[in-house]
Structures are given as C-alpha cells and as structure tokens.
C-alpha cells in the first residue's frame, strides 16, 4: 500500500469518525457522498446492502432515541480497511437505556470510499438490557456452560 493510499483511508475513516461522533459540520451528507452505492453493512442482528437502505436504517433507528453518543475508544487503519474500538450510550424516548462497547471494521476502496461496515458487538448482551426476561435466562445459562 503506497503512502498516499494510507494517507487516504485514514482521511477517510477520519471522516466517517467525525460524522458517528457529531463533529462533523455536513453530517451524513458527508458520508454520503464518502460512501458506494453498493456499500452494505452488518452487525450481529442486522445485514443491509445498499447505502440508500443503510440511511433509511439510521434514520429509522434513531427516531426512537433521545440522545446517542458515540465514544471512540481506539483506532487503526490496515491496508484497506479502517478498525474502530468505540463506546454506544443511548436514551430512548420511553426512558430506557443502553450502552455497551464495540468494535467497527470500516472497508474502503482504492479511493478511499467507503465499502462496507461490520459492527461487532455481543448481541446477547445488548439484547439482555432490551429484554429483562433474557437476562435471567442468559444468567442460568453462563452458570451451565460455566460448570
């Protein structure tokens, strides 16, 4: 990878950073226009292709929240691919809470447009705080498999 490729991935992620974390002036027009159309995204509930689906999947997830903040925890660029350690907090209008903390692959191509996102983060956990009855279940069973 030539100096001027690194130097570009890491503008890129730079970008992509700014707008998760509300620095940046131009928001998601910014990384609309950072990002392919055949863009996809992943996480371990949720697959979506096409960055048009990905935006209507934020806006649509964020009506619910009050606040959200993004913490970055860490960051790396390897070759093609920009790697994030972050913290998620957020407030939904009914009052409830959740935060936990994650981690990001964001995939970019030669030009530094963004490609793809994998969010990794423990689906069971997150899904213990959104249901309560899970995180009784989810206690009996690390106690089995602890055993």
């Not at 100096?3 to 700014?18: F, G, K, M, P, Q």
């Not at 620095?23 to 509930?45: K, M, N, V, Y």
């Not at 409830?96 to 423990?122: H, K, N, P, V, Y």
């Amino acid at each position: 990878m030539s100096a001027d490729t690194d130097e570009t991935i890491r503008a890129s992620l730079d970008t992509v950073l700014d707008v998760f974390c509300d620095r940046h002036p131009r928001g998601f027009i910014a990384l609309t226009e950072l990002s392919r159309p055949d863009f996809w995204f992943r996480d371990p509930l949720v697959e979506i292709h096409g960055f048009k689906s990905y935006k209507a999947f934020l806006r649509e997830s964020s009506a619910h929240r009050v606040e959200t903040r993004w913490t970055v925890l860490g960051a790396a660029v390897s070759q093609l691919s920009g790697y994030v350690r972050w913290h998620y907090a957020a407030t939904y209008k009914d009052g409830a809470s959740l935060a936990f903390d994650g981690m990001t692959e964001f995939g970019f191509d030669g030009d530094g447009r963004l490609a793809f996102q994998i969010d990794f983060w423990d689906a069971a956990e997150v899904l213990a705080v959104i249901e309560p009855k899970l995180r009784d279940q989810l206690a009996v069973t690390k106690k089995t498999v602890h055993l």
